[in-house]
Every structure is written in C-alpha cells, then in structure tokens.
T-cell receptor
Framework: KQEVTQIPAALSVPEGENLVLNCSFT??????LQWFRQDPGKGLTSLLL?????REQTSGRLNASLDKSSGRSTLYIAASQPGDSATYLC???????????FGKGTSLLVTP | DAGVIQSPRHEVTEMGQEVTLRCKPI?????LFWYRQTMMRGLELLIY????????DSGMPEDRFSAKMPNASFSTLKIQPSEPRDSAVYFC?????????????FGPGTRLTVL
C-alpha cells in the first residue's frame, strides 16, 4: 500500500512569509498526486493535481512540484495570508487503482 | 454544477441503530468513492465504484458496512448495526476521468456520532 507522510504536522508563520509543505510517498508508480485544503469542520477542496508526467503545477500563489524518483512533492505558498490557515493534505492513488492514499496533513496557521 | 452532494450533514444515533448516508456525485462522473476520516487514522478509503460497479471494497471495516450505487447519480453507505467506534466524518467523492487526470472532488461530508 502507498504510504504517504507529511512534514511538518503543524506550522505557524507570520503573514507575508513564503512557506513550503512537504509530502513523501513510498511507491513511485503513480498516476498523479493531488493537494487538498481542508478547513475545520469542512470538506476537502482540491487545490492542484500533478500528473505523473509533470514536474510542477501552479495556481495563483500556490506551486506544487513532483519528484517521482525521490518520492517527494512540495507545496509552495507565496506571500501567505491569514485566509490560508487550514490543513493541507497530500494524496496519491496506488498503482492498483484510483482510490487515494492520504497523508495526515499539515495544519497551517498564518498569523496577522 | 452543485458539486458532490451528501446528506445528512450531521447524524446522531444510538448504538445498534441503522444509519444510511447518501451521496449524489457530480453529473457525468464515472467514479464514486466513499472515505472515512477519524482523528486517529486520518482519511481512509472504504469503497469505490466505477460505472456503478464496486471495484475495491477492501476498506470496508466489516459486514456491518454495505454500499450500493443503484444508478449513476446516487449512492448509499449503510451501517447496520452502528457502534460508537463508527463515529467519524464520512466523505463521498467523485471523478470523471481515468488515469493521470483522475482528479477527485469531495462532498462536504456527513459527521456521524454513535452514542
């Protein structure tokens, strides 16, 4: 089974800082990797999907990279804002299908 | 599109009762997934369907859990009888493409509390 690890588990930064969230995985035979955002008590919002053939994807202030050979992905958030405070989850399907294996997430707090 | 719709949003029941959770996927999506989220275990797959057919139910905890997808626009997850350890948030997700484009979209979840 695909094992997904996210570091750090929690992060607190002042507003305006650039930050990086890390995700590592054990099986490099993947279709894609997806980053989600989850606000407290809410569902998951898809932020970015990187296909296995891609190295990175960008959406606004977010940039996600993928290095399959090392089993790593990073989510870069530029010029962080208090509204970015949430839990960020990394997820990948295993080689046997499309069901996602999730990391435990990084809980981000951006202070004004 | 309204996105993935789940009902109820909250369910409180007593141990031993039957619980039915409902999901309406995004129109046109061929894949439907049921996940469960707990503090201890995070998000885990329970079962997923492709074109209304169950493909992988290896995450279904035990026989008390069952899921159906009678048509392309509706799925249910049933727990009978429910137990306190079933308390969790249950998410339904859907996706419309296979392979590397299989991006999943999640519903708001059903928060289940079993007393």
């Amino acid at each position: 089974k695909q094992e997904v690890t996210q570091i750090p588990a929690a992060l607190s930064v002042p507003e305006g800082e650039n930050l990086v969230l890390n995700c590592s995985f054990t099986d490099s035979a993947i279709y894609n990797l997806q980053w989600f955002r989850q606000d407290p008590g809410k569902g998951l919002t898809s932020l970015l999907l990187i296909q296995s053939s891609q190295r990175e994807q960008t959406s606004g202030r977010l940039n996600a990279s993928l290095d399959k050979s090392s089993g790593r992905s990073t989510l870069y958030i530029a010029a962080s804002q208090p509204g970015d405070s949430a839990t960020y989850l990394c997820a990948l399907p295993s080689n046997s299908g499309y069901a996602l294996n999730f990391g435990k997430g990084t809980s981000l707090l951006v202070t004004p | 599109d309204a996105g993935v719709i789940q009902s109820p949003r909250h369910e409180v029941t007593e141990m031993g009762q039957e619980v039915t959770l409902r999901c309406k996927p995004i129109s046109g999506h061929d894949y439907l997934f049921w996940y469960r989220q707990t503090m201890m275990r995070g998000l885990e797959l329970l079962i997923y369907f492709n074109n209304n057919v169950p493909i992988d139910d290896s995450g279904m905890p035990e026989d008390r859990f069952s899921a159906k997808m009678p048509n392309a626009s509706f799925s249910t997850l049933k727990i009978q009888p429910s137990e306190p350890r079933d308390s969790a948030v249950y998410f339904c997700a859907s996706s419309g493409l296979a392979g590397a484009d299989n991006e999943q979209f999640f519903g708001p979840g059903t928060r289940l509390t079993v007393l």
